[in-house]
């Protein structure tokens, strides 16, 4: 299969951010500013955190690190929530999942103000999504439609099946692939652990988007020849013989599909770069939308 650069369309994004951001600032406007919050010390949070805390630098986006430890209380993370909420200078806000257990991410996400959810999690956002309003649409659904965007794939008519359901991945992505919109207009089967005979309906895939969470999950026999198939999962697998360590796979076996006919976005370099593209971009959207101040066109 062909590949799916995300590094090279994220490398795009990100450009273009750039641009945006430093025009606004020729124009005299402040800096957007994005406020990420983390909670303890998970290892994978504490990389992804610092991600994204180089790419706003990069970008001329301001940012801010709220550090708090692994014993904060639900009530003591709410009230932080609600101090940026009302601050003005605060453009967007993303809270790092997972949290420690003895706080629940339903109440965080409902905490954070939907102007400012640069995530994309908050019911209203999702709420407008499905109405297909506008609305900031959760990073890596939008990372999905900017890589199929850029590669100009032709989604209209055809046939999406997207294995995994949840509020971050499978179930917007499902939305957006089936709406009236430029990357859209699919007929969308949503797949999920209770689907019976997954091949039956990944083979009829054009595209498939496979975000189930299962290593390996996808594999020859699932595909169609000719396919464009995207990757969303990602794991750490053990793998002593490596430096580090460990090796990062997907949900798909691509190793099964190299001799196949079609594209595919691998992982790692596929959409992975592109969450964090879209996290700037939804932090520039909550900018403009709140602040009133329009995008330039650059
Ligand atoms: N943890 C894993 N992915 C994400 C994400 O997109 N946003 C946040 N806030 N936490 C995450």
Redesign the pocket.
């Known amino acids: 299969m062909e590949r799916l650069d995300g590094k090279k369309v994220a490398d795009a994004l990100h450009a273009q951010t750039a641009r945006v951001v430093a025009a606004l600032k020729q124009q005299q406007h402040e800096a957007p500013l994005l406020v990420a919050v983390l909670v303890g010390n998970h290892a994978a949070s504490e990389t992804?955190v610092a991600s994204k805390i180089k790419a706003c630098e990069r970008a001329g986006i301001a940012s801010r690190l709220v550090r708090l430890p692994e014993t904060t209380t639900q009530a003591e993370l709410l009230a932080i929530l609600a101090d940026l909420n009302a601050d003005a200078d605060v453009d967007g806000i993303?809270?790092?999942?997972p949290l420690p257990s003895h706080i629940s991410e339903t109440a965080v996400i409902e905490a954070t103000h939907p102007a400012k959810d640069v995530?994309g999690f908050h019911p209203e956002n999702m709420g407008r999504l499905a109405k297909n309003l506008p609305a900031l649409a959760p990073?890596?659904p939008a990372g999905i439609v900017a890589m199929l965007a850029h590669y100009g794939i032709e989604t209209k008519g055809k046939t999406c099946v997207v294995v995994g359901r949840s509020n971050?991945v499978g179930t917007p992505i499902s939305l957006l692939m089936s709406q009236n919109r430029p990357q859209g207009n699919c007929t969308v089967i949503t797949c999920h652990s209770h689907t019976v005979d997954l091949p039956r309906y990944t083979q009829m895939a054009d595209i498939l988007i496979v975000a189930a969470g299962k290593p390996g999950l996808i594999g020859k026999e699932h595909v169609r020849p000719g396919a464009v198939v995207i990757d969303v999962g990602i794991h750490r697998i053990d793998a002593p013989d490596l430096p580090r360590g460990y090796r990062i796979v997907g949900d798909v076996a691509a190793e099964q599909l190299t001799d196949m006919s079609g594209w595919l976005s691998p992982v790692p370099g596929g959409v992975g770069p592109l969450?964090i593209a879209s996290l700037l971009q939804n932090t520039l959207q909550a900018y403009s939308r709140r602040r009133g101040i329009a995008l330039p066109n650059v």
Request: aromatic residues 10%.
């Open positions: 992804y993303l809270v790092q999942l995530d990073a890596t971050v969450t």
